[in-house]
């Protein structure tokens, strides 16, 4: 049977695609970022995953306003980036799993999570970009699974049903009949609000108290509604449902997580930024 190696999360913010592209890594506004990466990669070089599941949050790229699936699950052998007008060089195609997707797909159908399947599937920034940060270097090495939550357009599932979903998709990658190694990681968060009276919004004590209970009370945030969480960590700080689904993975699949690492960085951007890596022991 397959195994789920561990979980990782980070921001997704378009600018650092073009830090990265102008190779300004070391600059002082993106390094205390930057910095983030480097323990964790040498853990990820030890581990070699295969596959990773990634819960993410389609901007109006694939999905728009007309059409809003809650949750959808790529089934494609390949996953076309595009810009969805952000100005950001697009990378190269990735490479899909499409067993595992039809398994995860089918197991999560199973235990009532009725997702929109999506045999062709274009990924935008919060897809792309976690990759390039956690492997820079030439073309992705993992093959991916994209699992797209809403957190654009209301209404919104809620922490307790992201945290569920999460539970089902580990049990999924568990039962996949396979010898290959997976991960799960979530793109987006922490807190940021774009637009409205409280744009350029950010609320350190929480995220910092968000990012300990994934690690020592990981359904604590399960406790908040939607909204709550909108008034708490700004309009598109809700991405941190992306944090909760894949911390959900970890607790169906094993009975702890060891921190490998985790940073947090205020601001890049509009965005409160954190990255973490979590090993299922
Ligand atoms: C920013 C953050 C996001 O999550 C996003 O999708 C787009 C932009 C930002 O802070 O600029
Ligand atoms: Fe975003």
């Known amino acids: 049977m397959a195994q789920l190696i561990g979980g990782l999360g980070t921001s997704h913010i378009p600018a650092i695609g073009n830090a990265i592209h102008k190779g300004l890594q070391n600059e002082p506004y993106w390094k205390p970022f930057f910095d ?23 901007h ?3 999905f728009f306003l007309d059409k809003m699936p809650t949750f959808a699950v790529g089934a ?11 100005g950001i060089p697009t990378l190269a195609p990735l490479a899909g799993e499409v067993d595992l997707s039809w398994h995860l797909i089918h197991t999560l159908v199973e235990q009532e999570f009725d997702v929109v399947t ?10 792309t970009l976690p990759l390039k940060l956690f492997w820079p270097e030439g073309d992705c090495p993992v093959a991916v699974v994209p699992v797209c939550i809403n957190t654009v ?7 307790k049903r992201c945290y569920a979903l999460g539970k089902a998709v580990g049990q999924a990658i568990q039962s996949w009949d396979s010898t290959k190694k997976v991960a799960v990681m979530a793109s987006g ?19 910092l108290q968000f990012i300990e209970s994934l690690t020592s009370n990981p359904e604590w945030a399960t406790q908040f509604s939607v909204h709550e969480l909108v008034e708490k ?19 169906a699949a094993a009975p702890g997580v060891r921190r ?14 954190a990255v973490m890596a979590l090993e299922a022991v």
Not at 118 to 127: G, P, S
Request: net charge negative.
């Open 118 to 127: 999506c045999q062709e599937m274009l990924v935008d920034h919060a897809c």
């Open 189 to 207: 968060g922490l807190s940021h609000q774009l637009d409205g009276e409280r744009a350029g919004f950010i609320n350190k004590a929480f995220d």
């Open 60 to 62: 109006g790229l694939n």
């Open 233 to 251: 960590t700004g309009t598109q700080g809700v991405e941190l449902l992306m944090w909760l689904a894949m911390r959900g993975a970890l607790s």
């Open 153 to 159: 357009q209301f209404p919104l599932p809620s922490a």
């Open 36 to 58: 983030g990466f480097p323990p964790i990669r040498h853990w990820l070089g030890e581990k070699k995953p295969d596959v990773v599941v990634m819960f993410y949050n389609d």
């Open 260 to 273: 490998v690492h985790s940073n947090y960085h205020i601001p890049i951007s509009n965005t409160a930024t």
């Open 76 to 86: 494609a052998a390949q996953y076309h980036n595009a810009d969805e007008g952000w």
